[in-house]
């Protein structure tokens, strides 16, 4: 396999058994195609790798987060406490998903796609179909999440989330306190 100069990312099933690899690229121009499928795709006799759903955190827990990518899913699961998180390689890369969801016996999927789905038409449909796809398996509810545009990626979100609760600050909390002076503040964590 000759492959690409990069950090190697695997896709690993519920079993944590690795089904393919990705190559996020040291060196890339095009931020769209910073990832690329570990394959021998261009070798003789060589095969192409197939698009596979990450399966990181707590496989036992009823309710999972969908995102893209399993480097970002990977940090997020990790920051959420070993939350349990279904990556796909990309919004078009969701043929593995129902079965996943079906394998690990989910009652609720959590949809947290990047915020530039404000944005990002593309981004938006594809949270459409995933809503209608998850709708399909029988006792599974689906809903999205949504945090402040300033953060893009769940993985950004969560690292803020806990440093401001290191802090004392809850930034889920969206009321704001005006002390005497006209200043705002944000409320302490309870």
Known sequence: IAGYSGLLVPYCDKDGYIQGMQVRLDDENKPDR???????RTRKFGTRSLSWIHVTGNTNAKTAY???GALKGDVASFLDS??????FAGVNAIGRL????????????????????????RVRDSLETL???????????????????TFKGVDDFYQARNYAHSKGVNILDMSQVHRHDGKVVHPPIG
């Open 98 to 121: 129902k079965e996943t969801i079906q394998a690990l016996s989910l009652s609720e999927v959590v949809l947290a796609m990047d915020m530039d789905k404000l944005v990002n038409w």
């Open 131 to 149: 809503m209608e796809l998850v709708r399909t398996i029988p006792g599974t509810q689906v809903r999205p999440m949504n945090w402040n545009a």
């Open 66 to 68: 969908l995102t893209e």
């Open 82 to 87: 070993d939350a349990l998180f279904l990556c």
């Open 34 to 40: 910073k990832y690329r499928w570990l394959s021998s």
